[in-house]
């Protein structure tokens, strides 16, 4: 938002703006319930701590090129968004230690083969692309709906830290290609290697490819140039776009530049280029499931938490939904829940809150 839009929506002057902004002068009680209203957010953000900033030359974007400077750094702010929301889970919770080692001098199939071997996937499809992340301590949360212009992006916060931010309005194919394309660039694009730029995009592309698809199991599945009816057997068998798939097999020289061609061609008239007809669900978050699961086992609803993070329900729903069913006020929710195991940690910010 703009200051002369934040201006409009709040009726304060832009010159009061701009001096709230640079802490040259303090907002009465009447304005700061302007500001809040207009922004929507409850007071107490604004009196809350620093909430910690995501640095650009940290992030990496999928397709950063077709993203503005604006739309990415607004994606950036809802990400510290998240990061707090995780900052406040993570003192009343034992969430899966981060294990992403980072393999900056392999080659993009090299290293999807290697971490493939390390995390005991084999050959098989991958079942579930955000609950693997999660299960090996990346913190996958869902990019707020006013960023629908942004793919996804990742970080290693504070150097250590995993994150994926997905945008939950693509198809279920296309979030497990983005999720494989963000882990991309956590392996391949850390110590000297920035996670920025054509050829680094390149590279995640061919990791996410490789990680979905690898190598011998689809030549153990014989696609040798393989028909459009065994492509989308076989798309639904990896859970990946028809398009994707094709791509891949020409790419292992498993189809002619003819055939490759002539079956892409063939997708796009049925309209795979740009949607995916009859695709997969979305994936969804099982630790983010069971941690508002045993949260309201205990007693604190989404509310709290809003509060807890100086957030409303509304901005807190806009990093989770999609990816886990969150309570509505009133005490309805939006899918089953699921029956926790987590352990949770009892602490005086939470006991308080029973």
């Known amino acids: ?157 504070n150097g250590n830290q995993p994150f994926i931010f997905l945008n939950t309005q693509k198809s279920g194919e296309r979030g497990r290609f983005d999720a494989a394309h963000e882990l991309g660039h956590l392996v391949l694009h850390s110590e000297h290697r920035i996670p920025h730029g054509p050829e680094a995009e390149r590279e995640a592309q061919q990791f996410a490819s490789a990680f979905l698809m690898p190598k011998s199991g689809l030549l153990a599945q014989d696609l040798h140039n393989a028909s459009l009816d065994r492509i989308m057997k076989a798309k639904r068998k990896w859970n990946v776009a028809a398009m994707a798939l094709t791509y891949r097999l020409h790419e292992l020289g498993l189809t002619s530049d003819w055939i490759y061609r002539v079956t892409a061609k063939q997708l796009s008239q049925m309209g795979y280029r740009r949607s995916e007809p009859d695709g997969i669900p979305r994936e969804t978050s099982h630790l983010l499931t069971k941690v508002f699961a045993t949260l309201r086992e205990k007693g604190i609803s989404a509310s709290q938490v809003a509060e807890a993070v100086h957030l409303n329900l509304d901005e807190l729903n806009k990093h989770i939904f999609g990816l886990a069913p969150i309570a509505l006020e009133g005490g309805r929710e939006t899918t089953s829940p699921v029956r926790p195991k987590l352990q949770l940690i009892e602490s005086g910010a939470a006991s308080s809150k029973r």
Do not use: Y
Not at 121 to 150: K, Q, T, W, Y
């Open 1 to 157: 938002m703009t200051l002369a839009k934040l201006s409009q929506a709040s009726d304060i002057s832009v010159r009061s703006l701009t001096a709230f902004e640079n802490g040259h002068k303090s907002p009465s009680g009447d304005t700061l319930l302007s500001l809040a209203r207009a922004l929507e957010l409850p007071p107490s953000f604004f009196s809350a701590g620093d909430l910690s900033e995501i640095p650009v030359n940290e992030a990496s974007f999928r397709a950063l090129t077709k993203t503005s400077a604006l739309d990415r750094d607004a994606a950036l702010s809802a990400g510290s968004f998240a990061v707090s929301i995780n900052d406040w889970i993570e003192a009343r919770f034992d969430l899966p230690r981060a294990d992403v080692p980072t393999f900056p001098h392999l080659e993009p199939e090299q290293a999807a083969e290697l971490l493939r071997a390390r995390w005991g996937l084999g050959e098989s499809p991958i079942g579930n692309m955000i609950r693997l992340l999660e299960a090996h301590g990346i913190r996958v949360f869902s990019l707020a709906v006013d960023c629908s212009s942004v793919d996804a992006f990742s970080i290693r916060h």
